[in-house]
């Protein structure tokens, strides 16, 4: 005989966490299944979680034993040339008192073990180290339920939750959602340095406890569309680099070379220097963006996270968007148990909620930039040679005048690009961000 539960969730990141904690909270009977021997095992992040979005799901997370590495007080923004590069950053008290723990870094398999644990406190079954094979439909294609690698195989459920990620199998097998485009993907690679606490806070020039996100574009990534982050964990470092898959595919680059560059870059290799290799991961990042995605739910089904392709590129905020995903399916699913209505019209209360919530505004308003960068190349390569000319130009202290430097840079500038395109870039970057 199969097992029956109200709720199926496959995965147990966060979006899927997040819904069973709410699920279980009002007695629905939840199991989560996830294929990593534990939550967290197979999951990469770079490490940034967002305050706002997990106290919707537990309200005093800190309290609670929310595994916390450093709280962000400072975002830094680097655009780099092969030799250097400008560096922005903004730091407010704010963020050490009234608005600590907005933004906070974390090692996903202590969070997402934690957070998994704090679901299963309040009834959710998670069962681990167990794949998704399959979903079981009925005569009128209704999802009815999973079927799973394990002995005792299939579970009947009578709604599914899809929060498997972006790199989902089901999504080729079962067609819930259409095999992402190579350009709709990042692939990403992490590597976790362990240093000294101290020299962390020496380094990065904060206090205990508190840390420092940098985020990094320009001509580390090899000429592709791409971004790096250097994030500060207790006594560890947390480096990712990433490009877009297409352009991985053209340029042939590959992403293990790529990080080792990115190590060695004049402004990187001294924050580093002396640190042991702990952790290396590859992983696919959602980047699709609003177009790409996918019906929100079916007869018997809704998908969430990543899975559904909720991530902002441009603030790179995906673990929010999965936690509050997750939050807004299950309330959905409440609903659909009021009315006794799993189909399609009875959970739609799901995308309502999402389309008026800050997800789609969000990703509606960025839905042209991933577009513009891959179609504007010279922002990985000659826009931050140029501008590095240009700074050690005027930074050069050598008995020419100001004016004449001046001149060399608009000279250097207008051989390379035109002024016309130039300012074509310039409007197509605005109006992408709009
Ligand atoms: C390198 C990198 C850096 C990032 N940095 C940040 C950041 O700093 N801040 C931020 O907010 N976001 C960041 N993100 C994005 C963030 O990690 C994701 O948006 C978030 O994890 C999505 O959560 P999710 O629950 O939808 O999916 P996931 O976290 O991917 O969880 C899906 C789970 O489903 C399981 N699973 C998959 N298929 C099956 C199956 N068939 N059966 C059973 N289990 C299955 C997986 O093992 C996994 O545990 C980053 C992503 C990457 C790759």
């Not at 279980?24 to 999951?43: D, H, L, Q, S």
């Not at 008192?97 to 309040?122: I, Y």
């Not at 819930?176 to 380094?203: H, T, Y």
């Not at 320009?218 to 898959?245: F, H, P, Q, R, W």
């Amino acid at each position: 005989m199969q097992e029956e539960f109200d709720v199926a969730i496959v995965g147990a990141g966060p979006a899927g966490i997040s819904a069973s904690h709410i699920l279980a909270g009002k007695g629905i009977k939840t199991i989560v299944f996830e294929r990593g021997e534990y939550p967290g095992a197979k999951n990469i992040s770079g490490g940034v979680l967002y305050g706002h979005d997990l106290a919707g799901i537990i309200p005093g997370f800190i309290e609670k034993g929310c595994p916390v590495e450093r709280n962000i007080v400072e975002s830094r923004l680097w655009y780099l040339s092969r030799d250097g590069g400008y560096s922005l950053s903004f730091m407010d008290n704010a963020f050490r008192d009234r608005l600590s723990f907005n933004a906070f870094t974390v090692g996903r398999a202590k969070f997402d073990r934690w957070f998994a644990e704090e679901a299963k406190k309040k009834g959710a079954l998670v069962a681990c180290g167990t794949v998704v094979t399959d979903l079981l439909r009925d005569a009128d294609n209704r999802v009815i339920g999973v079927g799973t690698d394990r002995p005792d195989g299939n579970v009947q459920a009578k709604v599914v939750l899809l929060a498997d990620g972006i790199n989902s199998l089901l999504a080729a097998k079962t067609g819930f959602r259409s095999e992402p485009k190579p350009s709709d993907i990042a692939l990403a690679v992490k590597e976790v340095i362990e240093i000294s606490e101290d020299m962390i806070n020496e380094r990065f020039n904060v206090d205990p406890g508190q840390g420092t996100t940098i985020e990094i574009v320009g001509e580390i990534t090899g000429g592709m569309d791409g971004i790096a982050v250097i994030y500060t964990n207790k006594k560890t470092l947390s480096l990712c680099i990433g490009a877009n898959l297409s352009d991985f595919m053209k340029n042939k680059i590959k992403p293990y070379e790529m990080l080792e560059a990115f190590k060695a870059h004049p402004m990187v290799a001294p924050l580093i220097k002396g640190g042991q290799s702990k952790e290396y991961m590859a992983h696919w990042i959602a980047e699709g963006g609003y177009n790409a995605i996918p019906q929100l739910c079916g007869d018997g089904y809704l998908i969430a996270g990543d899975s559904a392709m909720l991530f902002n590129a441009l603030h790179r905020e995906g673990s929010n968007m999965a936690i509050t995903s997750g939050r807004y399916a299950a309330n959905a699913i409440l609903e659909a148990f009021d009315k006794g209505d799993f189909s399609r019209n009875g959970l739609k209360g799901y995308s309502e909620r999402l389309q008026s919530s800050y997800i789609m505004k969000d990703l509606k308003k960025y839905r042209r930039f991933n577009s513009f960068r891959l179609h504007h190349h010279e922002l990985f390569t000659l826009f931050p040679k140029l501008s590095g000319f240009a700074a050690r130009e005027m930074l050069t202290v050598d008995g020419v005048s100001k004016k004449d430097k001046q001149r060399a840079i608009w000279k250097k500038m207008k051989e390379e690009f035109s002024i016309f395109k130039m300012l074509r870039v310039v409007w197509g970057g605005i109006r992408s961000v709009k």
